[in-house]
């Protein structure tokens, strides 16, 4: 279990937001999380990656961390083996793709030049962006930026993604290829946890649905159909 959470309650600002939480995430499982904005979904997503504290929970356990008791110095090491991809991408504008890249692998611990250029030349081709790792953040489209961001958080083959809102700046076609895009990655064992407001990718591209509601965060899988679509659409 990649992620293993039982009866974790979840707070942003010493305010609850989500009580009980049961939440689990395997190898190459593709999960959504939806809910109205400020129904938790992003302060969940905080505590996978430490930037939230748990602190009342009966497990809460990432890649093998207990975070009860994690020490801040053991949470880059946790870091590096995820992936965290932002709704507003996060590149570094004073520098190329490359450079954007290379910057990451350096920080995480690699050393060698040719093998540094390697693995960034094989993620710019997982995500079809190898033309591009010259320009600057700048000079290319939302949709691109997010493609790099995707780039950057597969580097150190981490077992999962994070993904706050991926889609949430971009147009519906971008969208589309970039979940589409997240769906294979998963395809090839990195488990998938994104947040989304965008709800007719969960017909196109499905995957185990979470919803965050009411202070409460339910597996809504089996009963999200149409029907749900119709109804939620406004809310979500």
């Known amino acids: 279990m990649l992620i293993d959470y039982k009866k974790a309650n979840i707070f942003q600002e010493d305010v609850q ?74 590149l570094l504008h004073d520098r190329t793709v490359l450079k954007n890249l290379r910057f990451v692998l350096q920080a995480t611990g690699w050393k060698s030049k040719k093998e540094i250029d390697e693995r960034i030349d094989e993620v710019l081709d997982a995500v079809g962006m190898t033309e591009k790792k010259d320009k600057m953040p700048h000079e290319l489209s939302g949709g691109e930026q997010q493609r790099i961001a995707i780039a950057r958080a597969i580097l150190n083959k981490p077992k999962v993604i994070i993904a706050d809102e991926p889609t949430g700046n971009l147009d519906p076609e971008t969208a589309s ?60």
């Open 177 to 236: 290829h970039i979940v589409g895009l997240l769906k294979q990655i998963s395809q090839t064992g990195t488990a998938i946890v994104m947040t989304t407001h965008n709800i007719p990718m969960l017909d196109q591209f499905p995957g185990i649905v979470y919803r965050c509601k009411d202070g409460l965060m339910q597996d809504v899988t089996n009963d999200y159909n149409k029907l749900n679509l119709t109804e939620d659409g406004e809310d979500e």
């Open 17 to 90: 937001v989500l009580e009980n939480v049961d939440f689990h995430v395997d190898e190459g499982e593709f999960i959504y999380i939806i809910g109205k904005v400020g129904s938790g979904k992003s302060s969940l997503l905080k505590t996978t990656y430490c930037e939230l504290d748990i602190e009342d929970a009966e497990k809460a356990e990432v890649l093998g961390r207990d975070l009860m008791n994690l020490r801040r110095r053991d949470i880059p090491a946790l870091r590096k083996e995820m992936g965290i991809i932002f709704q507003d991408f996060q």
